[in-house]
């Protein structure tokens, strides 16, 4: 059953150094706020999972809280490169980054497999490409009935999740509208779940019928924490801050400019005031 | 009268590339240049062309261009929108999807992309985003359109990687993948489209005003051309307008936002 | 793209004899009308899918329309057995009936598969039961990564598919809400798909961003057939009937009353009549 | 008080069978009997149950019994419906299930269940619905409780199907199938429960006016009772006014229906 508290306690009580965690998000509903409280708290050693690792994941690699990244698209998008990401691939700073590279179909179906408590997905996948030479979970796989070439890719299965939505009920309901990405997924697979939310309400009022909606014996934690998903969007709440993404692109590009954003932005603010 | 018209190279590969998606065709959209020629295509000669997002989108018809694969304007628009695994389930692997619309970083002859790495992969030069969707893009989809600018260091003997499977040297692709694989390159100087044995890319059309040596010189490999290559028909005033304001109202609208 | 047409010529143009077919709606949004018309057009040799083929099921199979039944659970919901089945089955009459049975999951795990353009499905089921022992198309697997015992079923992929839905708009897009069974599976895993609907309208107007949506261009025809899941329900329209169920356990426990009621019902009524 | 009550050995099985349903516990609920029973637990007891159909509908609260396992009252009174393929991959396998509350026509000592043929599979003498969601209720759910009346026909020797999986006898039921399987049944005239040893299920608790020889003449099976076999305490005043309540407001809403 839900906790609802604060999100400083949310991530206190759910993310331990070490742990697998995938937080999710496609474009929209991003929890970037969380995101800053993990930094704010100093985990270390994560295995981050993400489709989209993007200016999120950009500043949990560069503030040192990443071993490992599996990812299927790793880039700001709509502007260039991740150049946290790229210094700890390419140079190893702060420390070196394992990969573990899928494309956005694996992913999506392993978070699925994930879900369904299924051990790995079986899906078509990776035709003619250099994945699996890479990437060593890829295992080919034949159809028993018809004889056609398929793949295994383990499923995704996180210590813990941790996504936005719009809102959620004081019992620990959660809506989530528009663009769904993958989080429902996350939720399920994890062993835990944290969900941030614009807003804590008493009920959900006259949603539709097969809206997707997380009821809370599914979910940890729920903290209240309005602007959550900034610079990304909330659908129904506050648009993406595009400039802010274009921004990023100068102050990464730079160790000494990150540092110091890190330092002003996460380290010296408030839970919940990085926006 | 359309020699009074000017355009830049962009412009020509965008209208050249939205000429390609036929009116009701189903289409998986990437991000950037394809984009911008999808919805060009859809406020021109096609406006039944069906727009689809790997963020769930469907049937989508945006008014401004998205930044990301995933604006709010992508879902407002929508007729629907799904989670992404249904997206990449039912949608992209069930084999609904006719045209897979993708850029590249790099690509080969055949059409192969790469968009992980340039070097070795555990110590690369230079770490690209990696594929996304576009792995299964090129492989689902009934056939597939590439849009790039034209360059060396787009255009290359070698790739570092495949990220994305091209026609195979001689072989049926579409036993290994479902779907025809890229049928059409579209760049800044020409159309490029596989030669039917040797699965190759060569040069079919060019824009006016290119010389082929152009064309030489901006591929990293002994280009080919066709025995008949064509000359790619112009921009018409219209097609110029729609995607001059189609800019235009984006580039207000991202500016607009916080 | 959806034609927009009527039943009549809907069920002509779609469904041949000998066709693989899944008519669905898990209790709710049962596409009554289009088996009726199906019976009317007097159809043969059909092999009929259905998680739970009720009393529509039972009608077509008493009106010989069918060799072989793939299903999960087959009885009359709340009143009992399916007497006409039951009949062919340990009968022969009005011809024998081939069975292929498998669970609910398994069922639904196909459709699924189907819909997602897989040879099969991979999935954990069928654990100690003796399902394998008379269900030929369960095959024992492994996983990869863990070695956990799944098991593969084909997929699920009918030459035509045939449900109800709420609306349509004239293009041919249609919304189904409340209850969703498997009916979006059953569209995407199959190579034709009907659709019957209780209106027609020229939008869907202010829908929910993430309601359950099929586009025309999965659809090949669209009719319009108020009270088309009579005597099922349709949720925002009228209720299930259930007197017309505990009713039908009357008339199908005898042949004789049976085919003089579809004589009367189906037989010399027109199209769409049935109710 | 109680002895002044009067209550049908039906009503007594609804309300022990209510009564194991522990308040906040996730329940995956069959038509019939456990409906009934998960539903009275909700209205007494454990106001924070959380009862999901097959049909989808999740933490749904009717105020009538459902006739089927998708009327229109499950979805209006529910949390949220998903589809059917999301119930059984994501819900009942993705073991979010604590109880799996199944119905059943036969049954063995070992709680193995038969809803599919009497006879020979291929010539039966009774062809039974079959499983439908059953068999995999029976291994995803943290534990599994099966209620049925007492006879001779329902707890039998052998089975001639095994449609949902019991026990195995001295096995360790949770390698194979993710849950412990059944670990209640609730009958009419008694409770029984798995010996940890043989997991045959014995009698631990009968019913207030039930001999023992009733319970022997009505399994089919040499059956065993507990070292010490308690009495199940008597329904409430309360739990069967709500339950009256129920059946009588379940009655009146299916006759009013067309």
Known sequence: MAKVTSLENAIRDNVNDGDIIAMEGFTHLIPFAAGHEIIRQGKRDLTLIRMTPDVIYDQLIGAGCARKLIFSWGGNPGVGSLHRLRDAVEKGWPQALELEEHSHAAMANAYEAGAAGLPCAVIKAYANTDYPKVTKTIVPMECPFTGEALVAIPSIRPDVAVIHAQKATTKGDVLIEGILGVQKEAVLAAKRAIVTVEEIVDDLGDVHPNACILPSWVVSAVAEVPRGAFPSYAHGYYSRDNKYYQDWDNIARDRDSFQAWIDENIMQSATGDAS | ?258
Not at chain 2, 65 to 92: H, K, N
Not at chain 2, 103 to 127: E, F, M, S, W
Not at chain 2, 176 to 201: N, V
């Open chain 2, 1 to 258: 009268m359309s020699e009074l018209l000017e355009y830049s190279g962009d412009e020509m590969m965008t209208v050249a590339a939205s000429r390609a998606l036929a009116d009701g065709t189903v289409c998986f959209v990437g991000i950037g240049l394809p984009s911008a020629a999808a919805n060009l295509a859809r406020l021109t000669h096609a406006p039944n062309v069906v727009l689809i997002y790997e963020s769930g989108t469907i049937e989508t018809k945006p008014d401004i261009l998205p930044l990301s694969i995933g604006d709010g304007e992508l879902s407002e628009t929508a007729l629907t929108t799904v989670s992404v695994p249904e997206m990449f389930r039912y949608w992209l692997q069930g084999g609904r999807v006719q045209v897979g619309f993708l850029g590249a970083a790099q690509l080969d002859k055949y059409a192969n992309i790469n968009t992980t790495v340039i070097g070795d992969y555990d110590a690369p030069k230079v770490r690209l985003p990696g594929g996304g969707g576009a792995p299964e893009i090129a492989t689902h989809s009934g056939e597939v359109f590439i849009t790039l600018r034209h360059s060396k260091r787009g255009f290359v003997e070698k790739l570092d990687f495949i990220t994305s499977a091209g026609g195979q040297p001689g072989g049926d692709n579409k036993k290994r993948c479902g779907g025809k694989g890229p049928t059409k390159i579209i760049t800044d100087l020409c159309i490029m489209e596989p030669d039917s044995q040797t699965k190759e890319f060569i040069v079919t059309s060019m824009h006016r005003g290119v010389e082929r040596q152009q064309i030489i010189d901006n591929t990293g490999w002994g280009v080919r051309f066709a025995e008949e290559v064509t000359t790619t028909p112009e921009p018409s005033a219209h097609e110029l307008e729609v995607l001059r304001d189609l800019h235009r109202r984006t580039k207000e609208a991202h500016a607009g936002e916080a």
